[in-house]
């Protein structure tokens, strides 16, 4: 007897993906809590805390060598710049998190030292005021980080979980 089976043409519904989506990023908020908890927890930190002369050059030659990357470049090339590096930090930081959330976690710890750290820095030069100017890069930026590592996260403690169903 032969059993014939019906292949079902399932379309795409893309407010149907969004909605998955939306829920799977409500299902790992707290690990997003924690990663944004780390990131703030470092910022305070970096600012408050003077680093050692030797990090704070390192960050230093890091930022120097990215601006020499960058130099010349138009608005166009620079939108571009940063947008496939951001899309390359994220995806990384999701995609490595499956080795028990490592490198999430240390990723939220460096960037957010690095932010609290280039914020005094900024803070002496030039004032309080500006911190303003990074709040529009930020805006964007930090929470599409944030998401990416605290999923990382999530997926590295999938290991850890009795049901992986």
């Given at each position: 007897m032969k059993i014939k089976s019906k292949k079902t043409k399932k379309s795409f519904n893309l407010f149907e993906e969004y909605r998955k989506c939306w829920g799977y990023i409500k299902e790992a908020k707290i690990f997003i809590g924690f990663v944004i908890g780390i990131f703030l927890l470092f910022a305070l930190i970096g600012f408050f805390i003077p680093a050692p002369e030797i990090v704070q050059n390192n960050i230093m030659d890091f930022i120097k060598?990215?601006?020499?990357?960058?130099?010349?470049?138009?608005?166009?090339?620079?939108?571009?710049?940063?947008?496939?590096?951001?899309?390359?930090?994220?995806?990384?930081?999701?995609?490595?998190?499956?080795?028990?959330?490592?490198f999430p976690i240390i990723s939220a710890i460096a960037n957010g030292y690095i932010t609290g750290l280039l914020s005094l820095i900024s803070v002496n030069n030039g004032g309080i005021l500006t911190l303003w100017q990074i709040l529009p890069h930020g805006i964007f930026e930090l929470p599409a980080v944030f998401i990416s590592l605290g999923l990382g996260l999530k997926l590295g403690t999938f290991i850890l979980k009795k049901d992986k169903l």
């Open positions: 060598d990215l601006l020499k990357q960058t130099e010349g470049m138009n608005q166009l090339e620079l939108i571009k710049f940063i947008l496939l590096n951001n899309i390359k930090s994220t995806f990384f930081g999701m995609l490595i998190g499956v080795f028990l959330g490592i």
